[in-house]
C-alpha cells in the first residue's frame, strides 16, 4: 500500500492569486494524478502527472491554470493559478502503483474569497 | 466516453436491514469496477473491486455486464457503515478513475 500526503490541508485564499498544493508518496508509484471534488459534486479527473515531462490534462482543465509539475517518482504538485471563488473546491491527489489499486490523500480544502 | 452513475444521493436505512447501493456504469469495452469508501473526516479509500470477488466488512459487488451494473449489497446494515460510497470505473488502458456522484449511506440505530 502508499500512504500519501497532501499539504496543505487547507486554505483561504483571495482571488487572484496562486496555490501551490504538494503530493509526497512513502512508495515508488507508477502514476500520479490530481482530482477535483467541487462542493457536493463527484470527483473529477484534472490531469495525470508525468514525471519529467508535461502532464496529460483533461477536457476542460488546461496548463496554464492549473500547471502540474512531477520531478521525480514520488512528488508532485498542482498549483491553482489567478484563483477565482469558482475554485473552490477539495484538490485530491492520486496514485497507483502496480496492481492497480489507487490510494488517495486526505485533500486540500481551498475556499477563494 | 465512460461514465458511472449512481442514481441515489442518500440511502437512509436501519441498523440490520439489507442494503444495496446502485451503480450503473457505460463503457464500451471490459471495465474494471471498484467501490471506494470515505467515512467522516477520513480520506477515500479503496472497499472492494469486482477482479478480487471478495466480500470487505460483510459487502460484496457483483459486476453484471448485462445490465452494466456493479451494485454494493450488505446484508445487515451496520451503524459504522454509514458514509460515503462511491463506485469508480477504469477502463482499458487508462490508470485513472472515473467516479460516479457518490451515495451518502445513513445507518440509523
Known amino acids: 500500500s502508499a500512504v500519501i500526503s497532501q499539504k496543505p490541508s487547507r486554505d483561504i485564499c483571495q482571488r487572484g492569486t496562486s496555490l501551490t498544493i504538494q503530493c509526497q508518496v512513502d512508495?515508488?508509484?507508477?502514476?500520479m494524478f490530481w482530482y477535483r471534488q467541487q462542493p457536493g459534486q463527484s470527483l473529477t479527473l484534472i490531469a495525470t502527472a508525468n514525471q519529467g515531462s508535461e502532464a496529460t490534462y483533461e477536457s476542460g482543465f488546461v496548463i496554464d491554470k492549473f500547471p502540474i509539475s512531477r520531478p521525480n517518482l514520488t512528488f508532485s504538485t498542482l498549483t491553482v493559478s489567478n484563483m477565482s471563488p469558482e475554485d473552490s473546491s477539495i484538490y485530491l491527489c492520486?496514485?497507483?502503483?502496480?496492481?492497480?489499486?489507487?490510494?488517495f490523500g486526505q485533500g486540500t480544502r481551498l475556499t477563494v474569497v | 466516453a465512460q461514465r458511472v452513475t449512481q442514481p441515489e444521493k442518500l440511502l437512509s436505512v436501519f441498523k440490520g436491514a439489507p442494503v444495496e447501493l446502485k451503480c450503473n456504469y457505460s463503457?464500451?469495452?471490459?471495465?474494471?469496477l471498484f467501490w471506494y469508501v470515505q467515512y467522516s473526516r477520513q480520506r477515500l479509500q479503496l472497499l472492494l473491486r469486482h477482479i478480487s470477488r471478495e466480500s470487505i466488512k460483510g459487502f460484496t459487488a457483483d459486476l453484471n455486464k448485462g445490465e452494466t451494473s456493479f451494485h454494493l449489497k450488505k446484508p445487515f446494515a451496520q451503524e459504522e457503515d454509514s458514509a460515503m460510497y462511491y463506485c469508480?470505473?477504469?477502463?482499458?488502458?487508462?490508470?485513472?478513475?472515473?467516479f460516479g456522484s457518490g451515495t451518502r449511506l445513513q445507518v440509523q440505530p
Open positions: 463503457y464500451s469495452g471490459s471495465p474494471e
Open positions: 512508495s515508488q508509484v507508477t502514476m
Open positions: 469508480a470505473l477504469r477502463g482499458t488502458g487508462r490508470r485513472a478513475l472515473t
Open positions: 492520486s496514485a497507483t502503483g502496480s496492481d492497480t489499486e489507487a490510494f
